[in-house]
């Protein structure tokens, strides 16, 4: 089924750890976003991507790196990991600026 | 201040009832979402409005741009329907990303 499928569903990592969490589109989107979703808040941007081979920091992107080498995949790192980073994340993708958005079905993540 | 405030944060509603969810932004926008999620589940979206009014099934979503004010109605309520409801505004002048309401978390009850 055509979609934004996000592997893995569900990771437990230690402080110190590195993990990369993997957000695929088979739909040739061009942009594609990385969003953490925190309870009593609304979802915050971490990275976006505007085509193949580019990247941009959103809202908050301390502690994460992404990397967009093919069109359809689009990386979001962890290099460190801290307990802060314990979260729901989310990937969407979208054809252009004034389209709809696709997301994944997410992300959830438990730093110990 | 939030830039994307919902209301209310939560909801509590018996089937059939009629609901209606607001949200109200403080930045100029190309376009309003409306989204759903359910409890441990994904993000589906609903609705993307530029102005005026879009009906799907029993949903219907409102837009005044120069309010700055959207609703989200659902007639003949269903306790399938009990999710969290997310506004999203895309600002002029950005890359296509969101800035999301907290949501609104809606229960209804048989």
């Known amino acids: 089924n055509a979609g934004v499928t996000q592997t893995p569903k569900f990771r437990v990592l230690k402080t110190g750890q590195s993990m990369t969490l993997l957000c695929a589109q088979d739909?040739?989107?061009?942009?594609m976003y990385w969003y953490r979703q925190d309870p009593g808040m609304g979802l915050r941007l971490i990275h976006y991507?505007?085509?193949?081979?580019?990247?941009a920091k959103g809202e908050v992107p301390d502690g994460y790196n992404v990397s967009r080498l093919k069109k359809q995949n689009f990386l979001l790192g962890l290099e460190s990991a801290a307990p802060s980073q314990t979260s729901v994340y989310f990937c969407a993708s979208s054809p252009g600026t004034v389209d709809g958005y696709t997301f994944g079905s997410g992300t959830r993540l438990t730093v110990v | 201040k939030n830039e994307v405030e919902q209301s209310p944060q939560n909801l509590t509603a018996q089937e059939g009832e009629f609901i209606t969810i607001n949200c109200s932004y403080s930045?100029?926008?190309?376009?309003l979402h409306w989204l759903q999620q359910h409890p441990g589940g994904g993000i589906v979206s609903l609705f993307m409005l530029s102005s005026g009014k879009k009906k799907h099934g029993r949903l219907i979503a409102t837009i005044n741009i120069q309010e700055k004010h959207s609703s989200l109605h659902i007639t003949a309520s269903h306790p399938r329907d009990s999710a969290v409801y997310i506004c999203a505004v895309r600002s002029w002048g950005s890359q296509g990303n969101l800035i999301f309401g907290k949501g609104t978390k809606l229960s209804v009850k048989p």
């Open positions: 930045v100029g926008i190309s376009a």
């Open positions: 739909m040739n989107h061009e942009y």
């Open positions: 991507s505007v085509g193949e081979g580019t990247t």
